[in-house]
């Protein structure tokens, strides 16, 4: 198989993925009570455009990078999970205009989504691994964890608050863009959120910069920024295909190489700029 040069990757992902989130009116949702509880229009008819966007990785890599100001100089910034800015705004900024979580997160009882403020502020988006077929009803009948039943209670505490819920035919796209650009198959288990956030903000924003998801000089075994646990496989992947988002975040960056190395910083065009 060819190796697809940067441009050309850029542009398979602009045309072969669609970011997509549930609305009310899909199937088999609309036929159910709480149906209205989902927002009536897409994720990317509500938010933005933005001119620029900073996706902060979780990654250990972050402590101690001072990249604080210049992340909040963004005009939205994507975080992930249970990543806090409380205590580090020094090193990941204090801005979050969304949270991608994934639905373990939402449904552990330690990470205490319905009652920590940690959530509560900005958009948030959700997503399951869902089955590979993608089909909603499938999917519905056996979500990885209970996305839809810990979403209907956020949403009935928190209504307000702008709730997104990715559609599985999206992380099964970029899923599907990485298995084509590599020589080998790769494990069948969704990309990242670090991944799909980042291919989420690509249609949002007109320039991404993502910290941390290639390493910098401060490449540590340090999960987490804001945990003391020491695992190597957060950054190199077990469960998701880590090490190939990697490959392809690298083919498809426009920034200076240097940057990587020092800022940990990766430059991606929005879709919109691109003429494919
Ligand atoms: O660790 P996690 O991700 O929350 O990190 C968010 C994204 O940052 C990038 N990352 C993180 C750490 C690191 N050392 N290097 C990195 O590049 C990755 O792109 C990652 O996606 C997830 O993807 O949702 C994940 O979530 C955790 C966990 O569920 C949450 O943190 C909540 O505790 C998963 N860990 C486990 O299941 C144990 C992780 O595999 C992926």
């Known amino acids: 198989r060819p190796k697809l040069s940067g441009p050309k990757l850029l542009c398979q992902m602009k045309i072969q993925v669609d970011v997509s989130t549930l609305t009310s009116d899909f199937q088999p949702f609309s036929s159910l009570p709480w149906a209205s ?3 009536l229009k897409q994720l990317t008819s509500n938010l ?12 250990g890599s972050m402590r101690s990078s001072g990249l604080g100001k210049e992340i909040d100089s963004h005009d939205a910034v994507l975080r992930f999970n249970a ?3 409380s ?3 020094n090193d990941v900024g204090s801005k979050t205009t969304i949270r991608l979580v994934n639905s373990q997160v939402m449904a552990s009882e330690a990470h205490r989504f319905l009652s920590s403020s940690l959530y509560s502020s900005g958009t948030l988006v959700a997503w399951d691994p869902a089955p590979f077929s993608a089909d909603l009803t499938q999917w519905f ?6 996305i839809f039943t810990q979403y209907q209670r956020y949403r009935m505490l928190h209504p307000m608050q702008p709730f997104y819920i990715l559609h599985p035919r999206f992380e099964w796209q970029v899923w599907q863009r990485i298995q084509d650009n590599m020589a080998e198959p790769i494990q069948k288990n969704p990309p990242s959120s670090g991944l799909l956030g980042t291919v989420m903000m690509m249609s949002l924003c ?3 910069h993502v910290y941390e998801f290639l390493p910098s000089r401060r490449k540590t075994e340090l999960c987490h920024y804001y945990q003391r646990f020491f695992d190597a496989a957060c950054t190199l992947g077990a469960y998701h295909p880590l090490l190939y988002e990697k490959n392809l975040v690298k083919r498809m960056n426009q920034g200076p190489e240097r940057d990587i190395y020092t800022h940990g910083r990766i430059t991606l065009p929005g879709f919109n700029t691109l003429n494919c």
Do not use: F, I, M, W
């Open 206 to 208: 007109e320039v991404v």
């Open 48 to 59: 933005g455009p933005y001119k620029s966007c900073a996706v902060v990785t979780s990654a």
């Open 37 to 39: 509880q989902l927002p």
């Open 87 to 89: 205590g580090y705004e």
């Open 141 to 146: 009948n056996r979500t990885d964890y209970p």
């Open 83 to 85: 990543a806090p800015t």
